[in-house]
């Protein structure tokens, strides 16, 4: 420690006091609010004449610094008296050198993975995503704050002789980087602040560090470089005992050793406008308060309502719930008055959120931006270009198809839906000929595509930046179409945008050096593009609501504060182990080294970034949390959220949504979006026609109904005798599925799914005409009646298409009428082969409304889809008609089908002069036939039914049986109550109540 006592001797000989020294560091230490903002004023203003300047973390706290520091002391004089850490390195070195951009460095890192003989990397070299990981571990190397060639040595020095060696590999690619780097006259980035350090000694402005929480070893050495030259002020929140201290104790000791002074600041009182607020801020983990804090306990949030201050705790189930109930109370505030510039909404990662929140906030009109950064191929812009380019160079079909239906691209969508069902087969096979077929078809959107590729130096498919650069920008302006209309650029747009300029340049710098050659293909260099990152905000924009994470609030602080996604997992957080090095193989590589070459996981890092939060408002704070996924799966609250009402004597719960009251009634609706879902639920029309419209037509629009009590609920069921056979069967294959479906009635609605659709119209097309041919007498099926069928075929499709118009696309219409026309023609021709004994005598038959009796206490209603009679009508074969897959088990009731053998039943019942022999499901897309005849009558049956296994007539009437024991025993459960989400065997793909139920299952 000679060198700190001669820094601290030296300042007192030069006679400037402790108060001013001419170097040495000045510490400042105190929990958060406790005024270190002010001291920190204090101490530029004081050092005013040597220019001082202000290091804060993120270009947002530039902003918000600088505008405090012209409130605190009028106008500021001098250059750039608040900065970033990289905006300080870059000044004190005081030139700006040549850099290795992001895009160069990933190629550069991709091409030497590609290229050296390396152990445990190289099984890993390949994978998209490594290259970014061991530029990842780089950037944390550099922060070490050892020299570029010190980091080679000690990475070879920390390598695992033993059990191959990720160090050793590392330490091979470092050198390897840093040697190309300097051969092309570049640094590397992170070279900056070493650079930065060798420059200090023409540097003479005093430095101030506010925000921080912690600094990297690089930062360190710089801090403590510069504080052997000027004065350095570095301000830490820190209270020792306090919650999450801990992981900051070595922190603080190692600055207690170097400094001049230390301070200390006492926690303050009066800093947050409502008591609530302060006794949580120091209440939390602490045991529970009772004075202040036990006003929360007892109020509800109607009680609060009028009153701006406090905290407030909200509940909602599912994370969009959660969005929505946020954003509604946003609204709300906006409305009290509140500016949106005073609103924050601060979450642990943005990543799971953007979407879900944009969305809720854009639904109810609030201005907002988000603080993320995001990667390329996650932007609309980035994932369209990145992904058409790729389809071009692996001559994929699909991606290109979905780039010329996307807002990206100006063909009329009508002409993508014409393209894909005119070439349905030649889509499906793919290949070189696809791809020259929809180059005829787009030639100038496929020709545009191609101008973004040239040759490099080696004669090898590159990318031409120039031409990339233009391609891109005219894909932001076709953007502008997208989804409001409006014509205006959209900001994500442009910031991917910005990411693309950059990328380009470093291309065109890349070619320029002439290293182009060696190293990427188009592909390769796609896929790094997409991994690119993109800022979505800057976090100083005005007039917006912001969004951010937990880490970028460290040092601003708004009135209002809304902390979401207080589940555990999310915040807490679940950290999932880095690619590359996990903490042990980190842990290993230092004490290898003997030396803190790579940052090892700080414990207790997301209680002090709680805590932290927690003295971020001024005057009010939200905690949200929610008890479910967007699915009904279960989430658990988070800790942190639990531990904040109980600090608060238990505060209840100020607003909780739960499932219930996802969809309010339509007078409470407060966006368009909550208001159809009202009308919905409530059976309300909407007055617009619009409205209407939309809501005949919504994608996955779903109805749920839900008994209001349990007990006359199961009195209502113990009542019925009347069942369809679709609900038994649905109860034997699962009680839980039978619970929630007919139960609840939440049934999918979307009426553009193409099973449904094509279930429907096959039913309708097939009842036309076959009630047609029985009604000409048509049957035995002739040449003469296959045409006639043919032309009733083309009207019923053309009638039932119609009616069903509004659901689906042009694109939609003509792929379900080729099918359902295949389907019938299919069964047409095969009716056309022989005349039998048995010939289709009634389609479509109702059971009476109150059913028929099939057992004691079950009486059965529904549809037959088909009756086939013998020539003396003695006889009877029931037909079901399918268009799922068939199965392979032999006995029906044990595949879980058991409709068949019900109409088999209720037919008996209903025509007990008739002998019902037996009956089939023909499943029309598959081309086959099951079912229940007895041997002896095959033969005699419709041509249409080829393909049938006949069974012994015993055989044939024990299954019969079975079916109806399985029914009765559905029956039995129902009226007992009985709904576990138990299945009969393997749950149904087609199920997507597995996250209701609980079980992984069909999830
Ligand atoms: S996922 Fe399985 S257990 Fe759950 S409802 Fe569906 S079929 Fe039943």
Redesign the pocket.
């Known amino acids: 420690m000679d060198k700190w006592d001669a820094i601290r001797r030296d300042a007192l000989e030069e006679g400037h006091g402790l108060s001013l020294p001419a170097a040495g560091i000045d510490l400042l230490l105190g929990p958060p609010n406790a005024g270190k903002l002010g001291e920190i004023v204090a101490w530029a203003a004081a050092h005013r004449p040597r220019s001082p300047v202000l290091v804060v973390p993120s270009r947002a706290d530039v902003t918000s610094l600088t505008a405090e520091l012209v409130g605190r002391l009028g106008a500021i004089v001098g250059s750039r008296p608040v900065m970033t850490m990289d905006e300080l390195a870059e000044d004190i070195v005081g030139e700006r050198r040549a850099a290795a951009g992001d895009l160069e460095q990933l190629i550069l890192v991709k091409h030497l993975l590609a290229e050296l003989k390396l152990e445990a990397v190289g099984e890993v070299a390949g994978f998209p995503g490594t290259a970014a990981a061991v530029l990842g571990v780089f950037r944390e190397l550099a922060d070490s704050g050892y020299e570029t060639a010190e980091i080679g040595s000690l990475l070879a020095a920390g390598a695992n002789r033993e059990s191959g060696s990720i160090a050793g590999d590392m330490g091979r690619i470092w050198d390897a980087y840093q040697a190309h780097l300097a051969e092309v006259g570049l640094v590397d980035r992170t070279d900056s602040l070493r650079a930065a350090v060798s420059a200090i000694p023409g540097w003479s402005r005093p430095v101030g560090f506010y925000g921080f929480l912690s600094f990297t070893s690089g930062q360190r050495s710089l801090l403590a470089e510069l504080a052997g030259h000027v004065p350095v002020l570095i301000a830490l929140s820190y209270e020792k005992g306090r919650l999450g201290a801990h992981g900051l104790d070595a922190e603080v000791a190692w600055w207690q050793e170097r400094a001049i002074r230390v301070r200390t600041l006492p926690p303050q009182d009066g800093v947050f406008e409502a008591p609530d607020l302060a006794a949580l801020e120091r209440g939390f983990m602490r045991g529970s308060v009772d004075s202040a804090g036990s006003a929360s306990a007892s109020r509800t949030g109607e009680d609060w309502l009028g009153e701006e201050t406090g905290v407030r705790f909200l509940l909602a189930a599912s994370r969009q719930g959660e969005a929505e109930q946020v954003a509604r109370e946003i609204l709300r505030l906006l409305g009290e008055g509140y500016a949106p510039d005073d609103i924050a909404v601060l979450v642990r990662r943005l990543g799971p959120w953007r979407r879900t929140l944009g969305h809720a906030l854009r639904a109810c009109g609030v201005p907002h931006r988000m603080d993320a950064r995001v990667r390329l191929a996650q932007t609309g812009l980035g994932q369209s270009l990145t992904s058409a380019l790729t389809a071009l160079t692996t001559r994929e079909v699909e991606p290109l198809i979905s780039y010329l239906r996307g807002p990206y691209c100006s063909v009329p969508i009508e002409q993508v839906d014409a393209f894909e069902i005119d070439r349905a087969a030649e889509i499906r096979a793919s290949g070189e000929a696809c791809m020259q077929l929809l180059k005829e078809t787009f030639p100038g959107s496929v020709d545009r595509l191609e101008t973004a590729f040239g040759k490099k130096g080696s004669g090898e498919l590159g990318l031409d930046p120039g031409n990339l650069q233009q391609l891109a920008w005219e894909m932001v302006v076709s953007g502008t179409r997208g989804e409001d209309g409006t014509g205006a650029l959209n900001e994500e747009d442009l910031q991917a945008y910005s990411v693309v300029v950059k990328s380009c340049d470093q291309l065109s710098r890349i070619s320029t050096a002439g290293w182009d050659g060696e190293l990427l293909s188009a592909e390769d260099t796609l896929e790094l593009m997409g991994n690119l990152p993109v800022w979505l905000g800057r976090g100083d924009e005005r007039g917006v609501v912001r969004i951010m994470s937990v880490a970028r609030a460290r040092a601003r602080r708004f009135p209002v504060v809304f902390m979401m996604g207080l589940v555990d997992g999310e915040f807490p957080l679940r950290q999932s182990p880095p690619v590359l090095l996990d903490e042990g193989e980190r842990r290993g590589l230092n004490l290898r080294a003997g030396a803190d070459l790579l940052p090892e996981a700080r414990t207790g890092e997301d209680v002090a970034l709680f805590h932290h939060a927690l003295s971020r408002p001024l005057n009010l704070l939200y905690l949200s949390a929610r008890d479910s996924g967007d699915s009904g799966e279960e989430a658990v609250l988070s800790p942190f959220w639990k531990e904040a009402r109980a600090t608060l004597g238990g505060a209840r719960i100020w607003r909780s949504r739960g499932l219930d009251q996802v969809v309010d009634t339509p007078d409470r609706a407060l966006t368009r979006r909550e208001y159809l879902r009202g009308c919905v639920l409530h059976g309300e029309e909407p007055p617009a026609e619009e409205d209407r419209d939309l809501l005949n037509t919504k994608v996955g629009m779903f109805r749920a109904v839900a008994p209001k009590e349990s007990a006359a609920v199961r009195a209502a069921i113990s009542r019925r005798t009347t069942f369809s056979a679709g609900e038994l069967e649905t109860y034997h294959?699962?009680p839980?599925?039978w619970f929630?479906e007919r139960g609840l009635r939440v049934q999918d609605m979307d009426p553009s799914s193409m099973p449904l659709l094509r279930g429907s119209l096959l039913h309708a097309v097939l009842e036309q005409v076959y009630g047609h041919l029985i009604e000409t007498g048509s049957f035995p099926l002739d040449g003469s009646g296959r045409m006639a069928a043919e032309e009733e075929v083309s009207r019923a499709l053309h009638h039932h298409l119609g009616r069903m118009g509004l659901a689906m696309g042009a694109g939609q219409r003509r792929l379900l009428e080729r099918e359902v026309r295949r389907m019938v023609g299919g069964l047409l021709d095969r009716e056309t082969a022989n005349a039998s004994d048995f010939t289709p005598a009634a389609t479509e038959h109702s059971l009476p409304e109150d059913g028929v009796k099939v057992a004691e206490g079950i009486r059965l209603r529904g549809r037959i889809d088909r009756i086939d009679l013998s020539q003396t009508g003695e006889e009877a074969f029931v037909v079901d008609y399918k268009t799922g897959r068939p199965t392979r088990q032999k006995k029906l009731a044990e595949a879980g089908s058991l409709q068949l053998i019900l109409y088999v039943l209720a037919l008996r019942g209903e025509r007990p002069e008739v002998n019902t022999v037996g009956g089939a499901y023909l499943h029309l897309r598959f081309g086959e036939v099951r079912g229940l005849a007895p041997h002896d009558l095959l033969g005699g049956l419709s041509p249409g039914l080829s393909g049938l296994k006949g069974r012994g007539e015993d055989e044939v009437e024990a299954e019969i049986e079975q079916g109806l024991e399985a029914a009765k025993k559905a029956v039995d459960g129902m009226k007992a109550g009985r709904i576990a989400?138990?299945?009969l065997g393997e749950?149904?793909r087609f199920?997507d109540?597995?996250p209701?139920?609980r079980?992984k299952?069909?999830?």
């Open positions: 294959q699962c839980f599925r929630v989400a138990e299945p749950c149904p199920c109540w597995g209701l139920c079980s299952r069909g999830a």
